[in-house]
């Protein structure tokens, strides 16, 4: 079973606008953790962010921003004022902690930025 | 630190032939994974090992051995190869993939002819 769905295949924004890519996970365990990747049109991944399950603070990093809900089952990250640079692939991705060797991706969002 | 190490970056493969691809961190990491990529499906786990002489099957293990001699190296290899086998594979390693998440190689570009 798909344990993070990222519904959104393909997102293209012009430049300076914001971009908001959705993620929801399924778990039964209580503790677990999720991350963000971008991978740039260059293939490497890149870690961005990690959340833990007991912490739903909202957190900012520069122009990136993630909202984390356990109500919704939800992890979304927002890219405010985008550029070009941030045209990348982006994953969402589950550890839990009954497996915690493992990560599970969703199918990534493909984000591209135009000038 | 050059982090993870993946060789080849390119390699073509007749159907049948095997080959190994190699995986090397010097970051003194205990977990390290090997996954696939394919268009629309993300990363897969192929095979992941928690230490050295510890290795154990991920989701999609069929067609591929591993083993894990030292804590440094964890090559992947294809034992008869056939074009469902084309993708982008990466090794990573990590301390703990919980607090730390995994640090991924730049990956291995397999295509099967």
């Known amino acids: 079973a798909q344990k993070v769905t990222q519904a959104q295949t393909e997102i293209s924004v012009v430049e300076k606008e914001d971009v908001t890519l959705d993620c929801v996970y399924e778990?039964?365990?209580?503790?677990?953790?999720l991350f963000w990747y971008k991978q740039p049109p260059s293939g490497e991944l890149v870690f961005l962010i990690r959340?833990?399950?007991?912490?739903?603070q909202n957190e900012i990093s520069g122009r990136y921003s993630w909202n984390f809900q356990k109500s919704t089952s939800s992890f979304n990250f927002t890219i405010t004022a985008s550029q070009v640079v941030d045209s990348a692939v982006y994953f969402c991705?589950?550890?839990?902690?009954?497996?915690?060797?493992?990560?599970?991706f969703g199918a990534g969002t493909t984000v591209t930025v135009r000038a | 630190n050059a982090g993870v190490t993946q060789t080849p970056k390119f390699q073509v493969l007749k159907t049948g032939q095997s080959m190994t691809l190699q995986c090397a961190q010097d970051?003194?990491?205990?977990?390290m994974s090997w996954y696939r990529q394919d268009p629309g499906m993300g990363l897969r786990l192929i095979h992941y090992?928690?230490?050295?002489?510890?290795?154990d099957q991920g989701e999609v293990p069929n067609g591929y051995n591993v083993s894990r001699s030292t804590t440094e190296d964890f090559p992947l290899r294809l034992l008869s190869a056939a074009p469902s086998q084309t993708s982008v594979y990466f090794c990573a390693s990590s301390r703990t993939v919980s607090n730390y998440g995994y640090t991924f190689g730049s990956g291995t570009r397999l295509t099967v002819v």
């Open positions: 991705a589950l550890s839990e902690g009954s497996n915690d060797y493992k990560l599970s």
């Open positions: 959340r833990n399950s007991f912490d739903e």
């Open positions: 090992s928690v230490g050295a002489g510890i290795t």
């Open positions: 970051m003194n990491h205990e977990y």
């Open positions: 778990t039964r365990d209580t503790t677990y953790y």
